[in-house]
């Protein structure tokens, strides 16, 4: 079956580092990839997709790349705030039959100043 | 805006009492997801829905039940709750589709003391 698999945490930054959380996938057919991203105490919002090969997703400052030939999708941020602290999951959309959602395990990301 | 909405946000219950976690969304949307948020973060999916009268169990066996009599609301109820069923409770929808992102109510935070 699908499957997300991605850089465990806890992740500690200093305010502007730069940020990559890795993302890696099994799926069938041509999913379609997601980030979402939860502030404490909210529900998950959409942070940014792609849906094909080589699409390039991006939002506020993230960005990550739909990178078939090694099934990955890693987020990055060339510079992180005290407000990017949350935590981030990756997920997919199936290529086929249901297309059934599945969601990576999540990883917490804390900035510090 | 994601119109999608949780009630309650928090709920402080008694061992053996009846509760229903409500959710409605107003997009149209034709799947509907309930998912259980443990500490670690990780999402497990525990009822969804594809339409009026379709309900499916998820990964994570729950003894929570679900309904869906109409478009716009997916409802779960736990008949006797209990300390182990203390969590955050997320529902989601989405529209049909490969390419379709999921958006997530704000969640109910449930304590059964």
């Known amino acids: 079956g699908d499957s997300v698999t991605q850089m465990e945490g806890p992740v500690t930054l200093s305010e502007e580092a730069f940020l990559t959380i890795n993302c890696t996938y099994t799926?069938?057919?041509?999913?379609?990839l997601f980030w979402y991203v939860q502030y404490p105490g909210e529900g998950l919002q959409l942070l940014l997709k792609?849906?094909?090969?080589?699409d390039k997703g991006s939002n506020k400052g993230f960005e990550a790349t739909y990178r078939k030939e090694t099934t990955s999708f890693h987020l990055e941020k060339g510079s992180v705030q005290v407000s990017d602290s949350a935590v981030y999951f990756c997920?997919?959309?199936?290529?086929?039959?249901?297309?059934?959602?599945?969601f990576g395990k999540g990883t917490k990301l804390s900035v510090i100043p | 805006e994601a119109d999608i909405y949780q009630t309650p946000r928090y709920l402080v219950i008694g061992t053996g009492k009846k509760i229903t976690l409500e959710c409605s969304q107003t997009?149209?949307?034709?799947?509907m997801y309930w998912y259980q948020q443990d500490p670690g973060m990780e999402l497990h999916l525990i009822h969804y829905s594809y339409g009026v009268n379709s309900t499916e169990k998820g990964d994570l066996s729950s003894e929570s039940t679900v309904s869906r009599i109409r478009t716009e609301h997916f409802p779960l109820t736990l008949e006797s709750a209990r300390p182990s069923h203390t969590s955050q409770y997320l529902c989601a929808s989405s529209a049909s589709g490969r390419t379709t992102e999921a958006f997530f109510g704000q969640g109910t935070r449930l304590t059964v003391v």
């Open positions: 997920a997919l959309r199936s290529g086929a039959g249901s297309y059934q959602l599945t």
């Open positions: 799926a069938t057919g041509y999913p379609s």
């Open positions: 997009m149209g949307h034709d799947k």
């Open positions: 792609a849906t094909k090969a080589d």
